[in-house]
């Protein structure tokens, strides 16, 4: 089946907010095995979003359409899609009910206008919405599907996912299952690369690659007449990628990111950390403190953002620092070498870069990333250079920090077995 995406609002098109809904919502159509030929944006115009639509529903099956669900004069959609669809809307009153409990249960008041969400098209399906004071509505006639959604990603994403994602899998002749196989420490050109040969002979399953910040994730998709069947499909493929992969890749697991796949790395091999951070300010540490059950492993984090805080908390000489400067491999080896020490951790991570605008020479660019590793006592330091706004290299720092370590825990791991076997 095909799907077209729609997303309302004027602040999309001015550039306002980052239309974050449509990757997401692209992403999960792929899954599903929905046909996406076509993503469109429309501000909060009446005309101009019936025309959308109606364009829309001459070559889709499905719309998926967020935004434009709230309860203000600019807020269209639910009018527009019932109007194209020959629908007149009507009080729903467990909407109602809903609306005001939200309210009540907040302390706080409700204004006329917010009964606005409460009116839907007749002969609807109105989605719950527990995140929020806006339904979904899911309207179906001859063959074709309108499912609107409301615009904040925090609301959308758990509608999209309890209730639309289930509708959509049963319109589907079969059953879809996915499997994403997460990879770090290879960049995207060169895992394509490597899985060219599988790629251009699929048929069922399918691969399709998508890159995350320091990461590729590799999607394996299978249809059949069940899940069992579909899992069946899937299990070679995945297991080719791993063959393929070896130890890049570190979780087939949906929920587990990169941060969490560290963490547990750390847990099992009962190992403590320390960060200490320049450029990236605390993210690295972030990060790790994002996963649930890190303060069994997390000791401290440093921000050593001059020079002075580098000496005085870390011990680093003075003599160090004027020779080779504070953007340097010798002094990121320090920064980990200096942080074991104080904080008494099994591994350390330090990062020292020029994250821009200002501060590049030519010898020194914007982009110049060193990041250190030391894991009881074994100190690795890398080289990177990254490229974009000072907020993209401080992200993909981050992710390299994360993928170093992972690397340098399993790295150390392999040579004691590897050393005790030859014992």
């Not at 399709?208 to 493929?237: F, I, N, Q, S």
């Amino acid at each position: 089946m095909i799907v077209e995406l729609i997303s309302v609002g004027t602040e999309i098109l001015l550039g306002n907010i980052v239309n974050t809904n449509a990757a997401y919502l692209s992403e999960q159509c792929a899954a599903l095995g929905l046909s996406c030929y076509y993503q469109d944006v429309v501000g909060d115009n009446e005309e101009r979003l019936c025309e959308t639509i109606r364009t829309a529903l001459g070559r889709a099956d499905i719309l998926l359409i967020s935004g434009g669900l709230g309860p203000t004069q600019d807020d269209l959609t639910k009018e527009a899609a019932a109007k194209v669809m020959g629908k007149a809307l009507y009080l729903h009153e467990e909407s109602k009910a809903s609306i005001q409990q939200f309210f009540e249960e907040r302390g706080l008041e409700i204004t006329d206008n917010n009964w606005k969400q409460a009116m839907m098209p007749e002969g609807c399906i109105v989605v719950d919405n527990p995140n929020g004071t806006a339904p979904g509505v899911i309207m179906a006639e001859n063959g074709k599907h309108v499912i609107l959604m409301p615009g904040p990603p925090n609301e959308m994403i758990p509608m999209f996912e309890t209730s639309i994602m289930p509708y959509l899998g049963k319109l589907q002749d079969g059953v879809i299952f996915s499997q994403t196989v997460k990879i770090c420490g290879v960049g995207e050109s060169k895992a394509e690369t490597m899985v060219q040969d599988l790629i251009e002979s699929q048929s069922n399953p399918t691969i399709a690659t998508y890159a995350k910040t320091g990461e590729v994730h590799l999607r394996v998709t299978a249809r059949a007449e069940d899940e069992k069947a579909a899992r069946k499909l899937v299990k070679p493929v995945v297991k080719e990628l791993k063959g393929r992969f070896g130890s890049h890749v570190y979780t087939t697991e949906e929920e587990v990111t990169l941060e969490k796949a560290v963490v547990d790395l750390l847990l099992a091999n009962k190992l403590t950390i320390s960060t200490v951070e320049s450029c990236t300010g605390g993210l690295v540490a972030a990060r790790l403190i994002n996963v649930a059950g890190v303060s069994e492993v997390f000791k401290s984090g440093y921000i050593t953002y001059s020079n002075k805080a580098k000496r005085r908390l870390l011990g680093i000489k003075k003599s160090l620092l004027v020779k080779h400067g504070a953007v340097s491999k010798e002094t990121a080896r320090e920064m980990a070498k200096g942080a074991a020490l104080v904080s008494k951790a099994d591994v350390t991570v330090s990062i020292t870069g020029i994250a821009g605008p200002d501060g590049g020479t030519e010898e020194k660019p914007v982009g110049l990333v060193y990041i250190g590793c030391s894991v009881c006592g074994k100190v690795t330091v890398k080289e990177y250079h990254f490229r974009g706004s000072r907020a993209k290299i401080r992200e993909s720092t981050v992710s390299a920090a994360l993928a170093l370590m992972r690397e340098c825990i399993l790295e150390y791991y392999s040579e004691v077995t590897f050393g005790s076997s030859e014992k």
